[in-house]
């Protein structure tokens, strides 16, 4: 840790053994899943998922893991707490989750939420991580004095840098059960019985005799509530020389005799199974399942803390300077999978949401001529055929043409080499039987892309060649289609592989380029610290710029289609979903607006995962629709671009506005490239909200209606409601819909007159789209 940080000791464990041993300074102990019992002098805890636990200073303590788990384990050193609590050698915490009152749960809410914030700011260690952790140190002993403190007791004052003091006492309370002598004591520490009974009394504030009566005390207390044995047997077994001293000691103490209070405080007998342990301790590091046992566990916690900071920032935006920057809208491609996909009726009420709402070009077809469409020929000694092999696919191009969609094929290589003779006899044929279907002048519209990945073990000569073929195959029958070629391309080397390296000796037989962008793939998500995860800031604006500049340097100006993207969305189905990234999906289509013809979108789920029966969360497509027909953040992220009208008059990092007929509108985002493990739980994300205060300048005078959207997390987003309307029971169509209902932008209207310069306030939490429509009004 931090040589700030050099006083608190933050880590996670997996627990099988820890020997006895004195506490130095404050620890808690947070079960993050399975059990852990912890045994002091004085109790048994037995601890399952979620208890959290104060072991005070110099209490003896041991653990033993009853089968695998992961602990948080958090020190605070007596010098850090006496130099911050005065009162500190003087107190006791009494604070365990199962031991609190009524009202106290959130309490414990709060103190576990904390903790929860201090291993997310560790593993993050951003540039001011030592103030956050000490921010949160600060709030967790303000919780722990104001709430859970009390009178402490002698061994409390003892100071732990008295060596000679720290001995005696340990020896005390690991030989308790024995005759134990201060003469003893003094022979071992080399000095007379005399000086160690007054310095003993000076140091502890009560003479060696009765501190040692009071240690065997407390493990007769505890004996008492979790054995059955006799009251003499614990008399003897922990020291005492008979029955009757014990119950007289403890009548002092107590009020109360022996059998009375274990009648009344008796706890069920504890048995360790110590089945399955591990041996020892066992440190975790950089373990991304941690993040989600955190975040699993504190879903489920009280959602009242909201003691967090945020960011305040002013934006100041001048629409009377005019700008020469347009709105470009590169063309939208929807990825079916196959042609038969489209005589499905919901595919085809996707195709046309998505046709209606964010202007479709072009649908995806990932093979032309696949079995799967085409019908098998049969034999007939009619003179004409009353049968088709392409009857399934002339009622998908149907549909297509109809609603003014072209094709935009993806060819590999391997579904060409399988069998090369015939997919090249199919795919001209095929296109011959489109031309007299549909006519060369919708035929030309398509595209063709031949696609083989970075990693290949095919021959570049062998690729160039089977390119070559295709192009010259299609071009023959329809010359203005457009045949493309993928262009794999590394992101640090700055250039294509060496198989692939053919592609920049044939410009003249390629109509476009694909290529592919994606910040996961800069990402390892083992690791659990956030510095990687920024290279991923605008990753993709920056991949397609390297790509251009290599392109221009082997003089090649081809149309670009970024045929495959996708931002930030963890490796899970759990952070693919918490995570939001509304705006993430909205700034990078935006930045490369005017670098790439077209964008493409995979249209659902699971068209996406179907070649996976265990449905693997895919990293390399943006989806539009969730399996129950939900729209996914992708599909509202583009939906604001698609409301954009008019011309720019001014823009930013972080925010968009333009003029357009009606008034003004203004896009405000949160953009934050992060660990997508970070987004288990609110508080950890707090700090990365942002409360902007906006001032527009040069706006025309007069009256206007005010539409506000909000997209974020916690409006329209969809993982939330399905989060908090799910069931384990299942979902079934009626709460599917109204997952459905409830999942879209919030919207708030405002009526204002504005007269110079307008500002306003906007809270946006991480990656959330806030769209102004500031109409002008003629009423």
Partial sequence: MDERLKDFHLRIQKIGNVDREVNRGIEFVLVIEGELTIETSSRIYQMKEKDLLVINRNELFEMKGNKENSVLRFTISDLYMEQSFKEYRHQWFECFSQDIDIGREALMDQLRTLFGEMVITFYRKDDIYTIEMQRIVSEILLILIRRFKEEGNA??????????????????????????????????????????????????GLGFSRFLMDIRLKHSVKDLLYTSDSIASIAMNNGFPNTKSFTSLFKEIYEETPKIYRERHMEEDITIDNTGNIKGV???????????????????????????????????????????????????????????????????????????????????????????????????????????????????????????????????????????????????????????????????????????????????????????????????????????????????????????????????????????????????????????????????????????????????????????WNTLSGNTRYTNGTFFRGALVLKSAWDISNDVDSLAFWINTELHEVDDQHHRIQLEGMELFHYFNGKRPAFYAMSFAEKLSGSIVAQGLDFIMTEYERGYQLVLMNCININPYFSIEDAFLKKLNKDVRVIIEGLKPGEYQVRKYTYDKDNGALYTNWWNLGSKHGVDIEIAEYINRLSHPSLQIFDETIDGDWSFYSYLTINAIHFFDIRKSYV
Wanted: proline share 2%.
């Fill in 282 to 564: 066992e440190t975790i590091t950089n373990s991304s399942s941690i993040f989600l046992q955190l975040g699993s566990m504190l879903a489920e916690t009280n959602k009242t803390y909201s003691n967090t900071e945020t960011r305040f920032e002013e934006l100041r935006i001048d629409v009377s300077v005019p700008t020469n920057d347009k709105i470009t809208r590169p063309d939208h491609v929807l990825i079916v999978r196959e042609l038969k996909e489209l005589l499905k009726e919901d595919i085809r009420e996707q195709v046309l949401t998505v046709k209606e709402d964010l202007r479709l070009s072009y649908v995806g077809i990932q093979n032309l001529v696949s079995n799967a469409t085409f019908l098998p020929t049969v034999e007939t000694d009619e003179a004409i055929a009353t049968s088709s092999p392409y009857f399934k696919a002339d009622m998908a191009i149907n549909f297509l043409k109809k609603h003014d969609l072209a094709i935009f094929s993806r060819v590999s290589y391997q579904d060409i080499s399988a069998d090369e003779a015939s997919y090249f006899k199919k795919l001209e044929e095929f296109l011959r039987h489109c031309l007299q279907v549909f006519g060369e002048n919708y035929v030309s519209k398509w595209h063709v892309l031949f696609y083989e990945s970075y990693f290949t073990a095919v021959d570049q000569k062998e690729l160039c060649r089977m390119y070559t073929k295709l192009y010259s195959s299609i071009k023959k029958i329809v010359p203005g289609i457009h045949i493309g070629v993928y262009l794999p391309f590394s992101f640090e080397e700055e250039k294509t592989s060496n198989r692939h390296s053919w592609i920049l000796q044939e410009e003249d037989r390629i109509d476009f380029i694909g290529f592919h962008a994606n910040q996961n793939e800069v990402i390892d998500f083992e690791e659990t610290s956030n510095d990687r995860f920024l290279l991923a800031k605008d990753y993709i604006k920056e991949k397609t710029n390297k790509m251009k500049y290599y392109l221009k340097q082997h003089h090649i100006d081809k149309p670009l289609h970024l045929v495959t």
């Fill in 155 to 204: 061994l409390g004052q003892l100071d732990t840098e008295d060596d000679r003091l720290v001995q005696l006492i340990d020896y005390m309370e690991r030989h308790y059960q024995e005759q134990i002598t201060l003469e003893q004591m003094a022979h071992m520490l080399y000095v007379s019985p005399g000086y160690l009974s007054r310095y003993f009394k000076r140091k502890m």
